[in-house]
């Protein structure tokens, strides 16, 4: 449980002088004397990048998340030591005895990318923005506990107020992530064209000097299928300094290539032609500990470093009944026959090499303490499955031994994912043979991940989500309660949240078990006993192993590896998935330098 919960109600946190924020000499390996300022990282993203704007971004990663705020905070920090939270872009906070309001000073000498200051208007522009439910942003779920509103004013120009509407366990964490957006750039469109011209700014060709942002690094040019390149923010050190006071970050720029193929990735790291790199099988941290091993590349390899913050799970399309593959879809029985056709061991041996887990639960295995026992209910188990797909009707088998209904209805679907992913790809053959074992026909196709998010983003155009299956993943969530969040279990209507809700879009709860999560899942956020907290995620977990809504599939283990150019890594015991940035690995980036 995090101290910070804990700290005494009321009591002032942190300084109000007008300091600069220090980032501990603890978060990294090297000290400040060894550290040469200068040069430029180069990483590598699976797809291009879709929009600049933070209020319309839902992939991950993002360009927004790598401009907006630090890696690891916004009004608060959490340091990925301790876990402990403190104050950051406040400089100092107050929490009332009752846990609900969050009187926050804003730390003075902050500046926006075109040196403009910021104050506590740009945290009510991100939240008036951000709740507005025609801009349709992703974080709209996070500013309301159970439909009713957490409440953001402004106190002065360098003071706000965050009142909850009750006490809530993961207050901190929405402090950490609660981000300003530019007054200055969005108000005026906001007010004279409404959501839509939010909507509309921004986008992935708009041009880098339109583009403010509060981050370390402001993107300098993108060139679409090549890759993006981020220069330093040259205000963002006059209020980030390191433990000897030199300004942050060390880079002077980020350059993120798009290599829309994993093999193509490792071929660009053993090149040398990449500084950071994340194998994600056996075979491919085989090939970069043998070049290590021949030092053919010089380079750092930490193995097995911690189970995987991250899920890989197949979603059917249940947003009616109404016609055949709707309501098979809908039906219970079918999803735990599928998932008793799914061989996770399977998977974890063929595709990832044994360095993996199966999963059962959305619950990621990194955090083992809170996956429930029994979870595994429908695990692998064909001849079960074949049993339950009897009850359903279906009986016998075509020519082409496929399973038909009485009513001449094939037991045929397609199962979609995205081509640059060869693991999902791995994933989704197995469970094409293994299906076909029963009688089960399932179609795979590989499209452009972008192509994909859009099928499942029903709010522009709904005759989009034309799909039956799709097989994707999900990272991010909290510590403190890490079950899926609202804008996942939420089933409300499209313009209310429920931006992840990915197999039912209908704008209703079309089952009794969504709003028994629900219910069960806002009763957890206002538990503040660990125990109590850990009892609730336990329920929700029997739920989805019983319901199947998601069907889990497994976890590849977490390995991370760099160049020996690139330093100011975390200290090996705080190295895991959880403060491993998907691009930049186990580092924060302010403290990232390279040897040149």
């Known amino acids: 449980m995090k101290k910070a919960l804990f700290v005494a ?45 933070p209020f319309v971004s839902k992939e991950s990663p993002n360009l927004p998340a790598f401009m907006t705020g630090s890696s690891w905070g916004a009004l608060l920090g959490q340091d990925p030591i301790s876990d402990d939270y403190f104050p950051y872009m406040a400089s100092s906070y107050t929490q009332s005895p009752d846990k609900r309001t969050f009187t926050l000073n804003i730390r003075p000498g902050m500046k926006w990318s075109d040196g403009k200051p910021i104050t506590a208007d740009d945290w ?7 709740t507005n439910k025609d801009v349709g942003s992703n974080s709209y779920d996070g500013f309301f506990i159970n439909d009713q509103p957490i409440k953001v004013s402004k106190v002065d120009n360098d003071t706000i107020k965050v009142v909850f509407p009750k006490p809530d366990v993961t207050a901190l964490e929405f402090l950490v992530g609660f981000e300003p957006e530019p007054t200055h750039v969005f108000m005026p469109v906001f007010k004279s064209k409404g959501a839509q011209g939010v909507k509309d700014m921004w986008t992935i060709s708009t041009d880098p000097k339109d583009v403010v942002v509060s981050g370390p690094f402001m993107l300098d040019r993108y060139q679409r299928g090549e890759r993006a390149i981020l220069k330093r923010n040259p205000f963002f050190g006059e209020w980030n300094k390191d433990s000897a006071g030199k300004a942050l970050p060390y880079l002077e720029g980020l350059q993120i290539n798009v290599v829309a193929d994993q093999n193509a990735q490792l071929t660009q790291f053993l090149a040398g ?22 030092k053919k590349i010089d380079a750092n390899l930490i193995a097995n470093a911690s189970a995987r913050a991250s899920s890989d799970f197949v979603v059917f399309n249940m947003d009616d009944s109404s016609s055949f593959k709707g309501k ?17 061991d399977a998977m974890v041996d063929l595709t990832l090499g044994g360095l993996g887990q199966p999963t059962y639960t959305a619950v ?59 693991r999902r790809q791995g994933f989704a053959k197995i469970i094409q043979d293994e299906a076909k074992k029963v009688g089960m026909k399932v179609n795979v196709s590989a499209i452009a991940f972008n192509q994909m998010t859009d099928m499942l983003d029903a709010k522009a155009d709904f005759s989009r989500r034309n799909f039956d299956a799709i097989l994707i993943g999900l990272t991010g969530g909290g510590k403190v309660f890490p079950v899926s969040g609202p804008n996942v279990i939420e089933c409300k209507g499209l313009s209310d949240g429920g931006n992840l809700h990915m197999f039912n879009q209908s704008n209703k709860c079309r089952f009794p078990f969504e709003t028994q999560t629900i219910n069960l899942y806002w009763k957890g956020r206002s538990t503040f006993d660990l125990a109590g907290r850990k009892a609730i995620a336990a329920q929700i977990q029997r739920i989805e192993a019983e319901q199947q809504p998601y ?12 160049t020996n150019r690139t330093q100011g890594e975390l200290p090996r015991p705080a190295i895991n998935a959880l403060n491993a940035g998907t691009l930049f690995g186990p580092r924060t980036i302010e403290l990232t330098w390279v040897k040149r």
């Open 124 to 130: 009510i522009t991100s939240y008036t923005i951000h």
């Open 364 to 422: 990621y295995p990194v955090y083992k303490d809170w996956v429930a026992s029994g979870a595994d209910k429908y695990k692998y188990n064909p001849q079960a499955a074949a049993k339950l797909l009897a009850q359903l009707g279906f009986n016998k088998k075509g020519a082409d031994g496929t399973l038909m209904d009485k009513a001449g209805n094939k037991l045929e679907f397609t199962l979609v994912t995205n081509a640059e992913n060869t």
């Open 273 to 294: 032609n990449i500084d950071v790199y994340a194998p994600d099988n056996r075979d491919r941290l085989a090939q970069v500990k043998a070049a290590i091993d021949a």
């Open 9 to 53: 109600l009321a009591m002032t946190l942190g300084s109000s002088l007008a300091a600069p924020f220090v980032f501990p000499a603890s978060w990294t390996t090297n000290k400040p004397g060894e550290v040469q300022a200068g040069g430029t990282l180069r990483t590598v993203n699976l797809q291009d990048f879709k929009t600049l704007n």
């Open 551 to 562: 069907v889990q599939l497994a976890a590849q283990t977490a390995h991370f590896a760099w």
């Open 328 to 344: 098979l879809f809908s039906n219970a029985k079918f999803r735990q026959a599928f998932s008793m056709i799914v061989n996770r």
